[in-house]
């Protein structure tokens, strides 16, 4: 008897490429096939949660990355019974504060004014742990991925994130093994965050990793893997083997 392979779907964050989990695809890819979800063409977690639905399989493991994140909370609002796992990282139950839908709405201002790089350039420092601020390939690594996703579509993704629901009410109902995975430094997304997520939802497990900030998955990528990883063995002890 063979282990029945597992597709993955994962949803980078905002300003986030695919690129983003080319550390973490490995992992995922020893399982079975992995799809990366198109991030740029939907401004609701609702619309973009829909399009995923329609091109995923019937039943995968589910990844989100802080934007992602937010995605993945949705489409186990929607389609609870098709997620056979979720890893949550570095990201949030809450909806916008006031002080974040003001900051949204700044960037959103200055990419219309033209200014997108300089954004680019400007968010860079809170992305990351303290220790990881004069990191160069951490910086260029941002840079390249947020020109990826470009301008048009970071003004449709910042409505997204904007808009979204708070999922704190929705996290007891979640009842496939979760992951969730948050770095200690992050100051964007502060790791009191997942502490919630973790509480919320039933059986979930916390890694909380030292030395990285919200650009966990390039900070301190074997961390995640293996956090990963151990997702996987729980979703894999709870599938039926293929005959």
Known sequence: MATTPLHTVMVP????????YEQLLPTAWSHGAVTVADNRRD????????????????RFVLVGLSMGGYVALEVMRRAPERVA????????????????????RDQEQAVLAGRFSDLVEAVFPVLVDPGNLARADLADFWRTMAHEVGPEAFVGQLALASGRPDSRPDLGSIGCPTAVVHGFGDRLITAENAVELAAGIPGAQLTLVEGAGHMLAQE??????????????EVTSKTPLMR
Do not use: K, N, Y
């Open 85 to 104: 796992g979720l890893a949550l990282i570095s990201t949030s139950a809450r909806p916008d504060s006031p002080e974040q839908l003001s900051g949204r």
């Open 220 to 233: 301190q990528p074997e961390a995640l893997a293996a956090a990963v990883a151990e997702l996987f063995l």
């Open 13 to 20: 964050g905002l300003l986030c490429s695919a690129r983003l």
């Open 43 to 58: 401004s609701t977690v609702a619309a973009m949660a829909e399009r995923l639905l329609a091109a995923a399989p019937e």
